[in-house]
């Protein structure tokens, strides 16, 4: 049996090993298929079973494909730490190319992606998040405005809604919101539905959904193009992504072309967007069955606001309330519930030797559900990462829903400041309640939120609200 516990001493990767040990294997494969059944009804649950059965190293197959779950605080630092000559993101990743475009990102070797991600740095720092925090508030406020003084919404539409907006205003340029009805929102839409699970392992299969994936990545091509014609025509030089972009230079001195510009624009659109709306659901629903925590962050939010009655970057720092109420979502409802790499060099840990060619996973769903890691963690309890108890910062990769190590999610700070503008002006104007019990959540897709139906109530308080 794999170690189950979390001493750091006696289980770091550079320790000398005699023999490997052979990795546990899930029980209850089936011949051919191994785990596949079960892991298609319930990857969770069967992933939970991993780490009961042999801790934190398990393995078991996929169909033909052999994978190891690494589960525990020093099985992650292995994990995240592993350079990318061993632990690879980018085979794994193969899919996404028809939908990001040649030449950028996952289509690239590493230092290359890296080169280009690291481009958008400067356009996330601290100037640029007051920026955002006042389109975000506008957005928000709109979005309420537009919903009236009481009506039921479906909740992964409306949160998919507002956070296009606000990517394609914050991420993407003005030019882009503005277009979002008059087309970008209907080409976005078919590009992501060419994420399925056929494309995950054919992505380039002639098949109609795969057709209108392309066919839609021409039309975005295209918007952004002409964008990007005209600001080079009128000079036009707005704080964003896009432009940010047109004065990068690779190392070597290289422009960017526009097709890699789109390119790297749609790999920050598709890893930010749909992860923060389904986010931003699973709030939505905390909140609504958890009236203890909406009370404290009310109370926050009329402290915070009461006086100034708008919103900045500084106030939604302030929130420390919700903020853990975020990060409790996060623990609870991980929206990426597996992160995958494929290993291209033996990769030794505590005894064991992961082979080349296997897939190795982490899985924060999972992790975040450990109990010697967060007590009782079944419970929603956003006072947990407070102080004393701090169960967030007790280890470096605790918390993982952001991912760790060298493909750590760049967009954590303005993905956590954009779910914290929704539910401020959100929970100020409104009441919400759930029709049914919360729901379940989906794993048919590559991101993880609430099964449908999936609808709340909501009616305006009656209290006056802080925002003017
Ligand atoms: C609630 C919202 C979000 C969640 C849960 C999330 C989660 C993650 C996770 C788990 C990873 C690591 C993937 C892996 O290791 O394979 C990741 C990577 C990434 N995220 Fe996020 N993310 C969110 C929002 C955003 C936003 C808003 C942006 C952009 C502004 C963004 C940009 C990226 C990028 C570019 C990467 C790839 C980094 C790399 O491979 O070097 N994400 N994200």
């Known amino acids: 049996m794999a170690r189950r516990s979390d001493t750091a001493a006696t289980l770091s990767s550079a320790e000398p090993v005699a023999a490997a040990k052979p990795i546990p294997e899930l029980s209850g494969g089936w011949p051919l298929l191994g785990h596949l059944p079960e892991f298609q009804r319930d990857p969770v649950a069967m992933l939970s079973r991993c780490w009961r059965e042999h801790g934190e190293l398990a393995r078991f197959r ?34 996404t190319v028809p939908i990001f475009g040649r030449g950028v990102a996952y289509d690239v070797a590493p230092e290359i992606m890296a080169e280009q991600l690291g481009f958008l740095y400067p356009a996330l720092r601290e100037a640029a998040m007051r920026r955002f925090a006042r389109i975000m508030f506008e957005e928000v406020s709109q979005f309420a405005d537009a919903l009236g003084d009481a009506g039921e919404v479906d909740l992964p539409t409306a949160m998919n809604e507002l956070t296009v907006n606000i990517a394609s205003r914050c991420l993407l340029g003005q030019e882009v919101r503005d277009q979002v009805d008059s087309g970008f929102a209907a080409a976005y839409h078919d590009l992501q539905e060419g994420i399925n699970a056929l494309g995950f392992f054919l992505p380039r299969l002639p098949i109609p959904a795969h057709r209108r994936r392309d066919r839609a990545r021409r039309r975005i ?136 060619g296997t897939l190795a996973m982490v899985s924060p769903a999972v992790s975040h559900r450990l109990p010697h890691v967060f007590a009782d963690p079944q419970r929603f309890d956003p006072e947990r990462f407070a102080p004393p108890a701090s169960e967030d910062k007790q280890h470096h990769y605790a918390l993982i829903g952001f991912g760790g190590g060298k493909h750590r999610c760049m967009g954590k700070n303005f993905a956590i400041l954009q779910l914290k503008a929704i539910w401020t002006v959100l929970l100020d104007r409104f009441d919400f309640e759930l029709e049914t019990a919360v729901p379940a959540p989906n794993y048919g897709s590559w991101v993880t939120g609430p099964r449908a139906p999936c609808r709340l109530r909501y009616r305006r308080r009656s209290q006056t609200g802080v925002f003017r």
Do not use: N
């Open 221 to 356: 091509a295209a918007i952004l193009g002409a964008i990007m014609a005209e600001r080079r025509r009128s000079g036009a030089a707005p704080e964003d992504f896009m432009h940010t972009l047109m004065q990068a230079r690779y190392k070597d001195g290289r422009v960017l072309g526009d097709d890699e510009i789109t390119g790297i624009l749609l790999t920050v659109l598709f890893a930010g967007q749909h992860t923060s709306a389904v986010l931003a659901s699973w709030m939505g629903l905390a909140f609504a069955a958890e009236p203890g925590c909406v009370a404290g962050v009310r109370e926050e939010i009329e402290a915070v606001y009461r006086e100034s009655g708008t919103m900045d970057l500084a106030s939604l720092k302030r929130q420390q309330a919700l903020e853990r109420s975020v990060r409790e979502c996060e623990r609870l409802h991980p929206p990426l519930i597996l992160l995958v790499r494929k290993v291209l060099k033996p990769l030794d840990y505590a005894g064991y030797t992961v082979p080349a």
């Open 62 to 95: 996929l169909g033909p494909r052999e994978f190891v779950l690494f589960t525990g605080l020093e099985a992650h630092d292995c994990y995240f730490r592993a350079p990318e000559d061993q632990l690879d993101a980018r085979a794994v990743y193969q899919f």
